[in-house]
């Protein structure tokens, strides 16, 4: 098939659909790249970006680089173009993360394009959820969604979930107790006060979700320790319902694997009806990240802590226009 030619417009629209992935803190890390006339758009990590306390090997920067190249992959298929990936094509520069060529036209990938809706409509609700329970086969479509990229996702039992629960709260123990992390933390937060970073980025007052009722919240408080206007207390679900994203190896590229399985299992629970939020706190100390596997399991290394079920499904969070991530050569 020949290269497509890719017009302003069209690649324009397709980082549009990229970008609405989600990233550690909304910090959006990434940067595009349109070859003229080679049917190429490059994806590229921001390291301006970086978080060198809570992420200092950068894993997370490439999840969510990972999620937007699994979005742009929906979008290419939804206007009927094949995407051809290459992931890490030039190791001597580790901020390269991908290639993505277009060939076109084709018949489109169903699977991707079905998904194309829920772009839009995914977000991430740090609400409290009702106590139903997930049916057994929307979640054996969450863990067929990361087997297609490789990935594996475990649905844990009831001991388990314990633990990685026990995990979070130690988490919560730990970054109140590091100013620096707490520092990093707020950087990322909007809460209309003096001096805060640019509105088309980090996280808005609105998305903090209320603060909990007592100590058992299976989210984030993003608010912590400051008074935001408004903002009520909710007690939350007693027992959440979690699944666990991993792969065998810890590397760049299984990084950005599982960033594209994150964003698939996402999409594929927004159209499921679910409401989902990303639990990364106990990845990010590395004394807590090794117990969050199940030691029977084939996963060796998790990367990601899902929070799923029935609830509000949140907000969206504010994203920098496509002129400021993307670039013309």
């Excluded at 992390?181 to 509105?199: K, L, Y």
Aim: glycine fraction near 8%.
């Amino acid at each position: 098939m020949s290269t497509t030619a890719l017009t302003r417009a069209l690649v324009t629209s397709l980082i549009e659909d990229a970008v609405t992935a989600p990233s550690m803190h909304n910090a959006q890390p990434w940067t595009f790249v349109s070859r003229a006339g080679s049917g190429v758009i490059e994806l590229h990590g921001d390291d301006a970006r970086a978080m060198p306390l809570e992420d200092p090997d950068h894993r997370a920067l490439h999840l969510g680089c990972g999620a937007a190249l699994f979005n742009l992959r929906v979008a290419a298929a939804y206007r009927g173009l094949p995407a051809v990936v290459r992931l890490l094509p030039r190791p001597e520069d580790g901020w390269h993360f991908a290639d993505v060529e277009l060939r076109g036209p084709y018949e489109a990938d169903s699977d991707l394009v079905t998904l194309h809706p829920a772009l839009a409509r995914r977000h991430t609700s740090r609400f409290p959820f009702t106590e139903e329970r997930i049916p057994a086969e929307v979640t054996d479509g969450l863990r067929a969604a990361a087997l297609l990229e490789g990935c594996r996702l475990v649905v844990p039992g009831a001991w388990h979930t314990d633990t990685v629960m026990d995990l979070v709260h130690a988490s919560e123990l730990f970054e109140a107790a590091d100013q620096a992390v707490r520092a990093e933390i707020a950087a990322w937060t909007r809460t209309g006060a003096a001096g805060e970073g640019p509105g088309t980025e980090g996280i808005p007052a609105y998305a903090f979700g209320p603060r909990q009722y007592d100590v058992t919240s299976p989210v984030r408080d993003f608010g912590a320790p400051r008074q935001v206007p408004g903002r009520g207390s909710a007690r939350f679900e007693k027992s959440p319902q979690i699944a666990l994203l991993g792969t065998v190896e810890d590397t760049p590229e299984e990084w950005l694997r599982a960033g594209q399985a994150m964003q698939r299992i996402l999409l594929r629970a927004t159209l499921d009806g679910l409401a989902t939020s990303l639990m990364s706190q106990p990845l990010e100390w590395p004394e807590l990240r090794s117990d969050a596997r199940d030691p029977s399991s084939t996963i060796g290394f998790v990367h990601m802590v899902f929070r799923l079920g029935y609830g509000p499904p949140g907000r969206a969070t504010p994203r920098r226009p496509v002129s400021e991530v993307l670039t013309f050569d």
